[in-house]
């Protein structure tokens, strides 16, 4: 796994509410939640680099049908 970078974010108190509602609708947690949402903006902006490798990409694309499994 990739380190994590720690850092303070500031947040309006209900921007802040609106999240924390969202990840338990999500069943996350606020941190996850925040981290989700961010790399799928960058993901579809395409500012998020992609790893040469489908196999190690942790952030498949929704649309990607998943590798077929031989039959």
């Given at each position: 796994m990739a380190a994590k970078k720690?850092?303070?974010?500031r947040l309006d108190a209900?921007?802040?509410?609106?999240?924390?509602?969202w990840?338990?609708?999500e069943l996350r947690s606020l941190n996850a939640q925040i981290e989700y949402l961010l790399r799928n903006d960058l993901r579809e902006s395409g500012?998020?680099?992609r790893p040469a490798d489908p196999a190690t990409n942790p952030l498949p694309d929704p649309g990607e049908n998943?590798?077929?499994t031989g039959s």
């Open positions: 720690p850092f303070l974010l209900g921007t802040f509410a609106a999240l924390e509602r990840a338990a609708d500012r998020l680099p998943p590798p077929e």
